[in-house]
């Protein structure tokens, strides 16, 4: 009898755990903003006990476009615009923020500003060496993005120089934000691009570019950061998330790290 009962307690133990897991929130996407999207969701569940949303590490637009469209997920996150073919599937794209790109290099480069003539000749394998632009006498190591990466396409959309960029093959290739942080971070030389946040200044030397920083008026690059769900999909959960990101206490999230919240 005993034992019947301690079976009993935790079947009924897993079962509740598997169902407060199963009530979660979890956006997938890309991995721009994810920290700070992280950030969002802990000041929404810190007021709401029990209501958790999950930013998971990232799986990119196109998983969130799959995922979503899939309905294996309510919410996915995207930095890209959706193409017409994906709307076709009834998907929604509800804009939350612009975020500037970075370029960032390790610190060992010896360099806080670059010209957009001198960051295409890095890129495209002109310039081999930091002391060619006035850095330390070390070898440039490059890591590029996928094509498809939402910060590439709004650098050849937007950078002086980048809309034809051939990226030198002498280069490594980073499948996600935070693969390019982590190399970029680990390798002496590396320079890297991705979404822009305060933090990155704690690890990396943000780089000016024709004298602007990712801040300031005039700098070119930034990527909107959105979230996607599809049309009739919405839970009441969802809903309640959507309209935080776009509260002022969501704003003023977006604002600190270093976005602009669209209104």
């Known amino acids: 009898m005993r034992k019947r009962r301690w079976v009993f307690a935790v079947l009924a133990a ?5 169902s407060a897991l199963s009530s ?56 890209r615009p959706l193409s017409e073919q994906e709307r076709a599937q009834g998907l929604i794209e509800a804009p939350i923020m612009r975020i500037p ?11 806080t500003g670059l010209t957009a003539e001198q960051l295409t000749g890095i890129y495209s394998g002109g310039i081999q ?23 590439l396409s709004v650098l050849r ?12 093959p002498r280069s490594k290739l980073a499948m996600t934000t935070q693969e390019a942080f982590e190399t970029v971070k680990e390798v002496e030389g590396a320079i890297g691009y991705g979404p822009y946040s305060r933090t990155l200044e704690a690890s990396f030397s943000v780089l000016t570019i024709d004298g602007k920083h990712p801040l300031d008026d005039g ?12 049309q009739g999909g919405l839970t009441p959960e969802a809903e ?23 209104r």
């Not at 897993?14 to 598997?18: D, E, G, Q």
């Not at 790109?101 to 360099?111: D, E, M, N, T």
């Not at 700098?219 to 599809?230: D, F, G, H, M, R």
Request: proline fraction near 5%.
């Open 101 to 111: 790109s970075a370029i960032y290099v390790h610190r060992s480069a010896g360099v």
């Open 24 to 79: 979660d929130l979890e956006v997938v996407g890309t991995g721009d903003g994810l920290e700070l999207l992280q950030s969002i969701a802990a000041a929404y569940s810190t007021d709401r006990p029990g209501n958790k949303v999950i930013i998971p590490p990232s799986i990119g637009s196109g998983g969130a476009v799959t995922a979503v469209g899939a309905e294996r997920n309510i919410l996915g996150r995207v930095a």
């Open 129 to 151: 060496n930091w002391k060619e632009v006035g850095g330390n006498d070390l070898r440039i190591k490059v890591v590029r993005r996928e094509e498809a990466d939402s910060t």
């Open 240 to 262: 309640a998330f959507l309209k935080f990101v776009r509260s002022p206490t969501a704003h003023g999230l977006i604002t600190n790290w270093g976005g602009v919240p669209v």
């Open 219 to 230: 700098y070119p690059s930034a990527v909107t950061l959105a979230l996607l769900y599809k």
């Open 157 to 168: 959309s937007s950078m002086p120089g980048w809309k034809h960029l051939k990226v030198t």
């Open 14 to 18: 897993s079962f509740w755990s598997h």
